[in-house]
């Protein structure tokens, strides 16, 4: 068993709302120097068998066509260590 | 004309799609995402809601469901498509229509009845309307901000393929204030407020929304 993770998260030039609300929220909570918040998604996906480059294609495939949209949004692929 | 009004799960709205396919003049065929044909419509409607949930992204799951491959088939051949709110969003994740529609810039829901002007006139969805005309329908979105990078958003000002646009206020922070967009050949069209919501006197604002639905009727003697 391995995992790859996939970052997903909205491109720079994109207005990120929530990511503003949190950065709002923060300071009232007492929280300070942060000066920018951006919200992202976090995909863990299992797979079965060895991280072999074609998977990490496939990967990149799922992650471009699924996972994030193009249009507004960046994605990143990594394999992480399980136990 | 028949006219299919599909129903996601999470759709809201293709009650009142429906109904108003009727009042303008057709006949409307009720179409699930699991369906994998069209029953022999003429037009499409996808109407508004939480497909899905709105799980991934608005739209995003819709967009992969049996029914869109072939509404997406349908619309390259030139099938009129029309997606309001949720199936805005849907055209969009489909690649029927450029652009994405994110989270409202103020984050908060949005319900207002809302001006607008109709700035093509051309499309089977808007031809019951004088270009330059002034409506007002429903609005309600909680992601419903259109962005584009500015090379898209300049070549659809430039074709002519802002369909509809807000006055008065920006409701979501869409911008160039575009309230709806078609594609190239001008058959399917996005709208992110509610023409469905504005088809009877009894209910809602007004009629204006109406044109939306008899402009199908008028572009088949076009």
């Known amino acids: 068993m391995a995992r790859v993770v996939v970052d997903v998260m909205p491109k720079p030039e994109i207005l990120d709302p929530q990511g503003k609300a949190v950065l709002g929220a923060l300071p009232r909570l007492g929280f300070s120097g942060v000066t920018d918040v951006r919200q992202g998604k976090r995909f863990e996906l299992e797979i079965d068998g060895e991280v072999t480059d074609a998977v990490l294609a496939e990967v990149e495939k799922m992650a471009e066509t699924l996972l994030s949209n193009p249009v507004i949004e960046n994605y990143a692929v990594r394999v992480e260590a399980t136990q | ?222």
Not at chain 2, 192 to 200: G, R, S
């Open chain 2, 1 to 222: 004309m028949k006219v299919g009004v599909v129903t996601f799960p999470g759709s809201l709205d293709e009650v009142d799609a429906q109904r108003a396919v009727t009042l303008g003049g057709h006949t409307a065929v009720p179409l699930w995402h699991g369906d994998h044909d069209l029953k022999g419509v003429d037009a499409v409607v996808l109407p508004g809601g939480f497909s899905y949930g709105d799980y991934l992204r608005c739209g995003a799951i819709s967009r992969f469901s049996p029914v869109m491959a072939e509404v997406i088939e349908a619309a390259g051949k030139g099938m009129p498509v029309l997606g309001i709110c949720n199936g805005f969003q849907i055209l969009c994740e489909s690649h029927l229509l450029p652009g994405a529609l994110i989270r409202n810039d103020h984050r908060k829901f949005v319900c207002r009845d809302q001006r607008l002007r109709i700035e093509n006139a051309t499309t089977p969805w808007t031809s019951s309307y004088d270009e330059g005309a002034e409506i007002t329908i429903v609005l309600k979105n909680g992601e419903g901000g259109f962005v584009a990078d500015v090379e898209t958003l300049d070549r659809l000002e430039g074709e002519g393929r802002v369909v509809a646009r807000y006055l008065d206020v920006n409701p979501n922070g869409s911008l160039r204030d575009i309230a709806g967009i078609s594609n190239e050949r001008g058959n399917v069209v996005g709208l992110m407020p509610h023409p469905e919501h504005a088809v009877e006197d009894l209910t809602g604002a007004g009629t204006d929304g109406l044109g939306i639905f008899t402009s199908l009727l008028e572009s088949t003697f076009v």
